[in-house]
């Protein structure tokens, strides 16, 4: 008798995707055969074990299921894997497939946010060849001018009726592994960004020419364009906001809620759907939205225009890159200004970095005003100093959720959260700075960590910020739990008394210790001793942060992308008390420079080297 034919399936989900995944799974196997054995793989990074449970009671006889935990798999390149909106790692795990499974000929990975109206095992069965994929047109694609342009400038597919969506594949997983496709993968991340559809994009750029596309009945996305018959479709995908579980009036709905009802998550499916908000609502709508823009912005911008480029020493004007949409209430010619003065900001930075000099401003600051000894109260004990403080951390607070909301501060990631936790005595945290919204990311980070509530968090600021900054941030800088910095002695000798007594009563200080803010400067600086003259003088120990960061799809009223900034909170380091003073600050700070370079390479996957000309002659007046 002849041997059962094995079909290999594969999932990527979290628990968050778990009750559309046994949606999937009923559908699945509702209309499975007999003659075939259906091997289910469910690729995995974080899944509680309940929910494991539930899905496993979806095993027959002639179907299987396994849940295959990633962690290990990823763990040297989960820092490249880019994500965005509602995308999350899970969905670069079919990438794996052929090197984690080199058992299998081929294989078939399918999202979950699916409903299966006809056996897979008729997909599984298609003649692939030597192509390395077979997958149907990407419906999305099809259907705006604006995405098949982004398909074929800068995806680079022949046509854009050959760009295929690849959340319903067909594997030919030895092809796959003849061409060596995870290192070309991993190759082409460090080297090529596509933002609009991610993982998607590389699968379409690296599989060009050895794609068998398929009827579009194998991925029917419920998008009003009669090209087929309902009664024809074999698979109707939910993709991007298209979610019966969020919208009333989505296509194909009936065929969502006919499985959905057979699941034991149809009532958690049920309320999803009524707990979910306009607001929510309205957010997914403007990330299609987005989505479109973004795709318009890459196709308009192929070329030397999609780098700052540089030509004969300036910085050229690439305004096209700008989305003048993205910025209300500026007319190109203000706005070409403030991206002009921004290209004026990175050339003093790479004249600076040509020069070694690392720890000067690039910024135009108000000119510094001594701060005199009677002119700073550090503790705000003055009944009306305490007032203003009281009433600056309030409007902080405030200030730092609307930036949060409007996406001018974006963190993304933050990564050793119980670094920050564990440490119970005073300490120094240390960062880079490239960004006057930085401290704030610190802050949302401090709140996050739920430290806010039992210690507080002081920023070491400059002398002119704090005696000649005008407007709202001076008001910050004066009177939002900051110390400043002095030139005059009698201020700084108070200055480090505040900071022996903050440190001895448990809190934390924010310092920078490359002395200078450099605007979205990637590259850990030098370091100076001061943070760590502190920490080794009152025996607590560094924190040392280092904030990575990535283009977003937002654009700042400069013209430039808006920076997502991936928190890198480190193990704290402690100083040695056999060793003296100027020892542990030597130590120390050597440790913090070397946390932050391996944070930097392992983050953007190159060697920290600075541009630095060491010949004399060279060495020039750049600030002025």
């Known amino acids: 008798m002849e041997k059962t034919k094995v079909i290999p399936i594969f999932f990527a989900v979290d628990d968050g995707y778990i009750p559309f995944l046994a949606v999937a799974l009923s ?45 290990y798999y990823i763990e040297e390149v989960k820092d490249k894997l880019y994500t965005r909106d509602y995308y999350s790692k899970t969905t670069y795990f079919r990438l794996f497939i052929p090197n984690l499974y080199p058992q299998y000929n081929k294989a078939l990975y399918l999202d979950s946010d699916i409903v299966i109206l006809g056996d897979i095992a008729e997909l599984y069965n298609t003649q692939i060849e030597n192509n390395l994929v077979a997958a149907a047109p990407d419906d999305v694609i099809q259907s705006q001018k604006v995405f098949q342009d982004y398909a074929e400038k800068v995806v680079g597919v022949a046509h854009y009726n050959k760009y295929f969506n690849a959340g319903i594949l067909l594997m030919n997983l030895d092809e796959f592994r003849k061409f060596n496709f995870q290192d070309k993968f991993l190759y082409l991340l460090e080297t090529i960004k596509f933002t609009v559809a991610q993982d998607q994009d590389y699968l379409n750029r690296l599989c060009k020419g050895k ?84 795709a318009q912005k890459e196709a308009d911008c192929v070329g030397d225009d999609r780098k700052y480029a540089k030509e004969e020493g300036k910085y050229k004007k690439y305004f096209k890159y700008i989305n003048l949409k993205d910025i209300k209430g500026k007319n190109h010619q203000e706005l070409e200004q403030k991206a002009q003065e921004r290209l004026n900001v990175l050339e003093r930075i790479e004249n600076l970095e040509r020069n070694g000099i690392f720890d000067v401003d690039v910024e135009e600051d108000p000119p510094t005003i001594p701060l005199e000894a009677e002119n700073v109260d550090y503790f705000r004990n003055k009944g009306k100093n305490k007032l203003k403080n009281k009433l600056a951390n309030k409007m902080g607070e405030i200030f730092l959720r609307n930036i949060l909301k409007e996406e001018k501060l974006i963190v993304r990631q933050v990564n050793g959260i119980e670094n920050l936790k564990e440490v119970k005595t005073g300490a120094m945290v240390t960062c ?128 430039f992308p808006i920076q997502e900034y991936i928190v890198n909170i480190e193990k704290p380091i402690y100083p040695n008390k056999d060793l003296s003073e100027r020892e542990n600050v030597e130590k120390m700070k050597s440790e913090n420079f070397e946390i932050w370079k391996n944070v930097y390479e392992r983050f953007y996957k190159i060697p920290l080297k600075y541009n630095t000309v060491q010949n004399e002659e060279n060495k020039e007046a750049i600030n002025e």
């Open 432 to 559: 880079n700075h490239f960004n006057p919204f930085d401290s704030f990311a610190i802050e949302t980070v401090f709140k996050k960590a739920g430290l806010s509530k039992k210690k507080k968090l002081y920023k070491v600021i400059r002398e002119g910020n704090y005696t000649n900054f005008p407007g709202l941030y001076g008001f910050f800088f004066r009177n939002c739990d900051t110390l400043p910095l002095s030139s005059n002695t009698s201020t700084m000798i108070k200055f480090v008394k505040a900071v022996e007594t903050i440190l001895n009563n448990g809190d934390y200080i924010l310092i920078y210790p490359e002395q200078s803010m450099w605007w979205n400067y990637r590259k850990p600086k030098p370091l100076k001793n001061g943070a760590y003259k502190l920490a080794a003088k009152n025996n607590v120990p560094i924190i040392p942060i280092f904030i990575t960061m990535q283009d977003s799809s937002k654009t700042g009223e400069d013209g």
């Open 27 to 71: 559908s699945l196997i509702e209309n499975s055969s007999k003659e075939y054995h259906y091997s289910i793989k469910i690729l995995y990074t974080d899944i509680k074990e309940e929910n494991k449970k539930k899905i496993s009671k979806y095993e027959k006889e002639n179907v299987n299921i396994e849940f295959v935990d990633l962690n």
């Open 211 to 294: 794609v068998k596309i398929i009827e579009k009945t194998w991925n029917r996305m419920p998008i009003a364009v009669n090209d087929i018959k309902e009664e024809d479709i074999k698979i109707i995908h939910y993709n991007l906001a298209y979610k019966p579980w969020h919208f009333e009036d989505i296509l194909y709905k009936e065929y969502f809620w006919k499985y959905a009802k057979k699941t034991e998550f149809f009532n958690e499916i049920n309320k999803i759907k009524n707990e979910y908000t306009e607001e929510e609502r309205f957010k997914d709508m403007e990330q299609y939205k987005n989505l479109k823009d973004l």
